[in-house]
């Protein structure tokens, strides 16, 4: 059975779709069949981790809504884009990165129930393992039905009183919507903080395991999201942690 993961953060900066992407290559790496959703299709970008630009996309997660092809039409194996080893396959579904589509959408908005009819399909038709959901930020009617149709949540924050009381509110929606699993990812932790004690803190304010600690990374945001980090740098320690993060989707 199929594993459908939504990737969360009730602000946008947290580091979501960079931490989406190197998970997903990550399982990869391990033999699995990952397909990659972008739903955030008012600002799509996960595609540029995976060296996707306008002139290598026909259709999109935009031209399924519309009807104008089927899911599978807009899914592209990035395998070999990755640039290293992989036993498994990576398949993405991008969001439009063409202005006039994207006003499309602001404009005409589309049926979002189709978005669950597509993640089934694509899940069908690719013969996927798992499908990691990259979410829009924040609540919106397509982010709702991402998470209700998940197995997993993991929401990623930053040690941030913004993000806190986010991240409260998608915690106490994901356990309306009856979630099966919640895993917490603190994302980009200053030095001068102590892991354990945002570790202890985080799980005693949501009830929710934290998944990972990441820190911080100079080097992550050198490479200013020109591949995926951890496939570069597989024996960084951030790459470290990030792996111990894939592991426990495994679990």
């Given amino acids: 059975m199929s594993l459908i993961v939504s990737t969360h953060s009730f602000r946008g900066g947290t580091g979501k779709s960079n931490l989406t992407a190197n998970v997903t290559a990550l399982l990869a790496q391990r ?6 959703v972008d739903t955030d299709i008012q600002s799509p970008g996960i ?7 306008e ?3 026909g259709h999109s997660l935009n031209h399924y809504l519309w009807g104008m ?3 599978s039409d807009a899914a592209y194996d990035v395998t070999s884009r990755l640039g290293s080893p992989i036993k498994g396959k990576v398949f993405l579904i991008p969001s439009s990165i063409k202005a006039g589509e994207i006003a499309r959408v602001l404009r005409e908005g589309f049926d979002v129930g189709l978005l669950n009819d597509g993640f089934q399909s694509a899940i069908d038709m690719l013969a996927l393992d798992m499908l990691m959901i990259d979410t829009h930020p924040g609540l919106n009617e397509e982010t709702l039905l991402s998470i209700s149709i998940s197995d997993v949540l993991a929401i990623i924050l930053r040690p941030d009183q913004q993000d806190y009381q986010g991240t409260a509110v998608t915690v106490e929606v994901a356990r309306k919507l009856e979630v099966p699993r919640m895993m917490l990812i603190v994302n980009k932790l200053p030095p001068v903080f102590d892991a354990n004690e945002v570790r202890s803190r985080v799980e005693r304010i949501y009830g929710c395991p934290v998944a990972g600690i990441i820190p911080h990374s100079d080097d ?3 490479l200013a999201s020109g591949g995926i980090f951890a496939l570069r740098y597989p024996t960084h320690p951030l790459s470290e ?3 111990a993060i894939a592991a426990q989707l495994e679990a």
């Fill in 69 to 71: 092809c089927d899911i």
């Fill in 47 to 53: 595609h540029v981790l995976f060296g996707l630009d």
């Fill in 31 to 36: 033999g699995y069949r990952v397909g990659v």
């Fill in 241 to 243: 942690c990030i792996r």
């Fill in 55 to 57: 002139t290598a996309i």
């Fill in 220 to 222: 992550m945001m050198a």
